[in-house]
């Protein structure tokens, strides 16, 4: 059973997910998304329920699908993930197809 304070604090998390303007997206060890943020689905152009459970793979353009896929199992295996903070190297695609650059 979960604590006073830890209730509090995933809810406070939850609220914050919900009202930042961040894009915030969780994915499972096998690379299904678990979580999606309002934020995110406004930016890629798909609602929770078209999301949540699919293949992180929706959002990645297909030619970086092996590499980014590649990377995810690394970090599941527990190596430290390749992409450092504030680079701007990964081209995620909405669902039009149109890729962008991220920040």
Request: net charge positive; hydrophobic share 45%.
């Amino acid at each position: 059973m979960k604590s006073r304070s830890d209730r509090a604090l995933a809810f406070t998390a939850a609220r914050f997910a919900e009202a930042t303007r961040l894009s915030l997206i969780s994915v499972d060890s096998r690379g299904n998304i678990e979580f999606v943020n309002p934020a995110a689905c406004q930016l890629f152009g798909y609602t929770q329920a078209e999301m949540i459970g699919r293949p992180i793979t929706i959002i990645i353009p297909k030619r970086m699908r092996g590499a980014h896929m590649a990377g995810l199992q690394k970090v599941a295996d527990g190596n430290a993930p390749i992409l450092a903070a504030g680079q701007s190297r990964s081209l995620p695609s909405r669902r039009t197809a149109q890729s962008f650059r991220l920040k």
